[in-house]
């Protein structure tokens, strides 16, 4: 049992939220104590929409085990693994103390931790200068880890999920957050894997088949089928192919001096983005003609996403506020507790200093973007009329 003014967090995106969300989400209130969502808004770390709005998202979240929805911000949402930790753990510290679940194909908590002080080290700076210069970061920083802690730490670092594990647990470590992290063991599909018909099927294997328009019952939460379903009947499933030939025109209309102003930049990347956004007729065929054999898929997709929604370096190094989505009477009580400001209203935003200002502009122009990502445009402007959301309204 969690002490008091203590709390469950659970760092997620719930692009939709299925049976491993929804066993997390169990786990963690299971403590006894407020369990609180540190989601991601409508843009992911795939470097494409959310299937469902960050508002019907926080509602299946609420109806699931949630008490708090606490909005991750764009540039944190969808950057890599480690600012993407990162965010969500500060979040989670500027709660107070709690701690944090999530899930792993490696549940070995303590693992986990070791891993992620091994990766702090200048043993592993240094392991890492000697790994060979010709393979990719992600295998140098294997081959790195496996140097100080042995095959444990490779097989560990190889695995989606778990990878993620280690960078929760970097963040606390770096931050001293007042967090204590525990792995639930990851059951069923893979992170964007295919599943079995028969067992929990994965986020990317739900989206796929809402597409399709096949039966979803059975295979994720009922309340996620209902909100799918009618969002699919609707025409609100946000798809990145909506977006794609505005996509295109915005990497059209860069210079070289734009692409060399986007974050995570390395690899000469910003010559070859504007040299395959020059001969690409497709997002994937801009993808193809970017990425190397250092340099992965998904890394290419949030450069692109980042051009497109205007994202650039400098970005800052912490979220500056606390933007509440919605909440139960208990979530409510805990946002007392934030040493962050609180944003429930839009009129909040007035009184956050003008960085903190200029990170939400950032995400409502976003949201507004958003809202072409459906079959049916929505409007714009939302993150000024949608209401703060009360568990059971």
């Known amino acids: 049992m969690l002490h008091e003014n203590t709390f469950s967090a659970v760092v997620c995106e719930l692009d939709p939220l299925h049976h491993g969300h929804r066993l997390l989400l169990s786990r963690a209130g299971a403590c006894g104590g407020p369990v609180v969502c540190l989601m991601s808004g409508n843009f992911v770390q795939r470097g494409a929409p959310a299937m469902l709005d960050k508002w019907t998202r926080t509602r299946l979240a609420l109806s699931n085990g949630a008490d708090l929805v606490v909005e991750l911000p764009l540039s944190w949402a969808c950057s890599g693994a480690e600012r993407f930790a990162?965010?969500?753990?500060?979040?989670?510290?500027?709660?107070?103390?709690?701690e944090l679940y999530f899930g792993s194909e490696v549940p070995d908590t303590g693992l986990l931790m070791e891993t992620a002080g091994a990766l702090l080290?200048?043993?592993?700076?240094?392991?890492?200068?000697?790994?060979?210069?010709?393979?990719?970061?992600?295998?140098r920083r294997q081959l790195a880890a496996e140097k100080l802690l042995g095959p444990r730490a490779g097989e560990v670092l190889s695995r989606p999920n778990a990878n993620l594990g280690v960078e929760y647990c970097k963040a606390i470590l770096r931050l001293r957050a007042p967090l204590t992290p525990t792995a639930i063991k990851r059951e069923g599909a893979g992170h964007d894997e295919a599943g079995s018909m028969g067992g929990p099927l994965s986020a990317s294997?739900?989206?796929?088949?809402?597409?399709?328009?096949?039966?979803?019952?059975?295979?994720?939460?009922?309340?996620?089928?209902?909100?799918?379903?009618?969002?699919?009947?609707?025409?609100?499933?946000?798809?990145?192919?909506?977006?794609?030939?505005?996509?295109?025109?915005?990497?059209?209309?860069?210079?070289?001096?734009?692409?060399?102003?986007?974050?995570?930049?390395?690899?000469?990347?910003?010559?070859?983005?504007?040299?395959?956004?020059?001969?690409?007729?497709?997002?994937?065929?801009?993808?193809?003609?970017?990425?190397?054999r250092r340099v992965s898929h998904a890394r290419?997709?949030?450069?692109?996403?980042?051009?497109?929604?205007?994202?650039?370096?400098?970005?800052?190094?912490?979220?500056?506020?606390?933007?509440?989505l919605g909440a139960t009477g208990r979530g409510l009580s805990l946002l007392r507790?934030?040493?962050?400001?609180?944003?429930?209203?839009?009129?909040?935003?007035?009184r956050l200093p003008p960085k903190a200002q200029a990170v939400f502009l950032q995400e409502a122009l976003a949201d507004d973007l958003y809202g072409l990502a459906s079959p049916t445009p929505q409007p714009s402007g939302r993150d000024y009329t949608e209401g703060f959301i009360i568990a059971g309204s």
Do not use: H, W
């Open 86 to 98: 990162a965010g969500g753990v500060f979040l989670a510290a500027a709660l107070g103390q709690g």
């Open 337 to 350: 507790q934030s040493s962050l400001p609180v944003v429930v209203r839009s009129s909040d935003i007035k």
């Open 205 to 292: 294997e739900i989206r796929r088949l809402t597409l399709a328009g096949d039966p979803l019952s059975g295979f994720a939460p009922e309340s996620t089928v209902a909100a799918l379903e009618s969002a699919r009947l609707e025409g609100r499933c946000a798809q990145l192919p909506n977006l794609e030939r505005a996509i295109l025109s915005r990497l059209r209309s860069m210079s070289k001096e734009d692409f060399a102003a986007l974050p995570d930049l390395s690899e000469g990347l910003e010559n070859r983005l504007y040299r395959a956004s020059r001969q690409a007729c497709s997002l994937e065929e801009a993808y193809s003609l970017t990425k190397n």
């Open 300 to 324: 290419v997709r949030r450069l692109v996403l980042y051009a497109f929604l205007g994202l650039r370096e400098p970005l800052p190094q912490s979220p500056p506020y606390l933007r509440a």
């Open 121 to 139: 080290s200048e043993e592993f700076s240094r392991a890492l200068r000697e790994s060979p210069p010709g393979l990719g970061f992600g295998a």
